[in-house]
């Protein structure tokens, strides 16, 4: 049974930092991408950052280049997003999320999901 468990969110003021942590098992294989998806009420989900587990290869959003950096730790089991420079419109639940194809990541349709840990950025 694969588990996504997310924790790090919280609320910050623009310019602040959070780091988002995402603890997984189950991933019996790691021919997986796994990444971070977000939603504002009322907007469709939104890709912002994807790494293969074992290319270590990064996607981001344009948005969020150069302020957010997505990493793993496969002794750990853990997938990370370090926030910096954080805006206003970076405010959402972030959903970390599995697949092995990063296309399903990126049209927010990946096999598997975390309940989500809420972020608001105030200005």
């Known amino acids: 049974q694969v588990r996504l468990l997310e924790s790090g969110g919280g609320s910050v003021q623009a310019g602040g930092s959070l780091r988002l942590s995402c603890a997984f098992s189950?991933?019996?294989?790691?021919?997986?991408?796994m990444g971070w998806i977000r939603q504002v009420p009322g907007k469709e989900r939104e890709g912002v950052a994807f790494i293969g587990m074992i290319s270590g290869g990064t996607h981001y959003i344009a948005s969020v280049k150069g302020r957010f950096t997505i990493s793993r730790d496969n002794a750990k089991n853990t997938l990370y997003l370090q926030m910096d420079s954080l805006k206003p419109d970076d405010t959402g639940m972030y959903y970390c999320?599995?697949?092995?194809?990063?296309?399903?990541?990126?049209?927010?349709?990946?096999?598997?999901w975390g309940q989500g840990t809420q972020v608001t950025v105030s200005s």
């Open positions: 999320a599995a697949d092995p194809l990063v296309a399903n990541l990126w049209a927010s349709k990946a096999n598997y």
């Open positions: 189950g991933l019996t294989e790691n021919r997986y991408y």
